[in-house]
């Protein structure tokens, strides 16, 4: 039996709703055909986004999405994504596949994308190979409501209003694609770039995300921050950044040969689980270096890059980085928000990568065919933690896994407390084989039958959804909830994530 305590009574704080973040970068096809089909498509669209993969999307609540890159940030300029579409340069993507860069999609279509989703944006911008000025004249585009070049530009473009920025990250992986930094040369420049992103109007400031590491490299971490941390003091509340980055993804094999999304082993299985379980790790030590210079936990630990990456699929372009999605990414999915939620403190946004046909992506398309993948389905059942109050849990008793790439814990869970009073426990059970008994022990909460209601995704290990077959995978009710003397039990199945809502 295993039993998961759940205290009520002890809130450890809010649940950032950008936790549930997106990526979407000029690669592959995540914004061509993926987000954006242009007007004239005969893919039903609104103002050219496909509207089948906005509509599932704004399902999802989607709090946030990062743009444009990615690696791409560090080599895209603006300017030429703006005006009149037959009238913007096209390129070759160098960075992604070789393939034709219309810049048909730009600064307005992303907005427009933002609106039509409901969610927060965030700009990154290029350091790698951009200047201060494109810089500062972007932001000045995108938020300047008075009379200045840039300002009369975008009306010229067609948009009066200025837009809201929320996040504005200044550059991506300096360490490697955004320009091979040092974490002294990029501190130096984190710290002039940033000066320039200028807060315009009585508007809330844009919210800047300084680059982080790579993976463990807490010598990043700590050089950038001994650069660039300035202690905040009024007017400039949290000092340079309100953000960090970290990116971290997940593949069993090597860098070479990460295996393949859908033919794997259990011994596979449980590397990928490992590898997802280290997420905690690497927000252990990242925090630990940020509490020295940030102890009242102001910055947030931004990981706008995190999932799987495994081989493309065979036959398709290397450079676009497509992949299956199977009951595994749902379980590293789930893995990585009960993660998340529990380190809230200080992970203050999280951009899984990326949102459509790119790597670990929500939904997959194929000319006007759609299909959620599982990890779209956890995305769904956990969506209600935005923006509730964590609560203390902890997992006791069996479910010990100790096999080659993992030593931990089977079942893995995160719980919060909405406003309604009513809680939220998402569970996932990374056992390749078993399942387990679970009682639920909570502090006072003794939920009657029909105040208990519960969903469930699971299917064999390899289990995915196809164009074919969309629906093989999808969430259920969960049957077999059980009141006990102090709380409730059920069964839940190997490898499933489980929700349940307690009224
Ligand atoms: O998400 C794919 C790539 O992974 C991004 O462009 C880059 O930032 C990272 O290395």
């Known amino acids: 039996m295993v039993k998961l305590y759940i205290n009520e009574k002890k809130k450890k704080g809010r649940i950032h709703p950008e936790i549930y973040g997106h990526f979407s970068e000029h690669l592959g096809r995540c914004i061509y055909e993926g987000l954006y089909v242009k007007e004239d498509s005969g893919i039903p669209n609104q103002n050219g986004m496909r509207s089948d993969v906005v509509g599932a999307l704004k399902e999802l609540r989607i709090p946030v999405l990062r743009w444009p890159g990615g690696c791409f940030a560090d080599e895209y300029h603006w300017k030429d994504g703006i005006g009149p579409k037959e009238n913007r340069k096209k390129m070759i993507n160098t960075h992604w596949g070789g393939v034709l860069e219309d810049n048909s999609f730009g600064t307005h279509e992303f907005f427009e994308l933002c609106r039509q989703l409901g969610c927060k944006t965030y700009i990154n911008g290029n350091v790698g190979s951009g200047t201060v000025q494109e810089m500062s004249e972007w932001v000045e585009y995108m938020t300047f409501e008075g009379v200045s070049p840039m300002a009369d530009l975008r009306r010229k473009n067609g948009h009066e209003e200025p837009w809201k920025v929320d996040y504005f990250g200044v550059g991506n992986e300096n360490w490697g694609c955004g320009g091979n930094m040092t974490p002294e040369y990029y501190g130096n420049l984190y710290r002039r770039y940033q000066t320039y992103i200028r807060r315009y109007g009585n508007g809330e400031p844009i ?23 300035a202690s905040p003091c009024p007017g400039n509340a949290h000092g340079f950044m309100e953000g960090l980055s970290l990116h971290y ?49 102001e910055i947030g630990l931004i990981v706008d890059e995190w999932g799987t990456w495994y ?24 893995l990585h928000l009960n993660i998340f939620n529990k380190h809230c403190d200080r992970v203050k946004m999280a951009c899984i990568a990326q949102m459509v046909n790119v790597l670990q992506s929500v939904i997959l ?22 923006g509730a109050e964590l609560v203390e849990s902890a997992v006791i008793g069996d479910g010990w896994i100790t096999r080659e790439g993992f030593d931990g814990p089977a079942i893995q869970e995160s719980v919060s407390l909405k406003e309604d009073g009513s809680l939220l426990v998402t569970v996932a059970n990374l056992s390749a084989s078993d399942s387990y008994p679970v009682e639920i022990v909570f502090a006072e909460k003794k939920p009657r039958p029909g105040e208990v209601t519960g969903r469930i995704l699971t299917g064999e290990i390899h289990a995915h959804n196809t164009f074919e077959e969309p629906d093989k995978v999808k969430e259920v009710a969960f049957e077999g909830i059980a009141a006990t003397k102090e709380g409730i039990s059920f069964t839940i199945p190997a490898h499933s994530v489980a929700s349940l809502h307690i009224r």
């Open 249 to 297: 993804y997940v593949h069993p094999g090597g860098w070479d040969d990460k295996g393949s999304a859908t033919d794997f082993d259990e011994e596979a299985w449980y590397c990928t689980m490992g590898k997802a379980l280290y997420m905690e790790e690497l927000i252990g030590m990242h925090g630990a270096v940020l509490d020295q210079y940030d102890p009242g936990k």
């Open 311 to 334: 081989n493309v699929e065979p036959g398709t372009n290397p450079g676009f980085l497509y992949q299956q999605n199977t009951i595994r990414d749902a379980l590293v999915a789930a």
């Open 365 to 386: 398309t194929e000319g006007e065919k759609m299909v959620l993948t599982p990890t779209y389905h956890v995305f769904h059942m956990f969506r209600e933690h935005q």
């Open 207 to 229: 919210k800047k995300i300084c680059g982080g590491p790579n993976v463990d490299d807490v010598n990043w971490t700590k050089k950038v921050l001994e650069t660039c941390y």
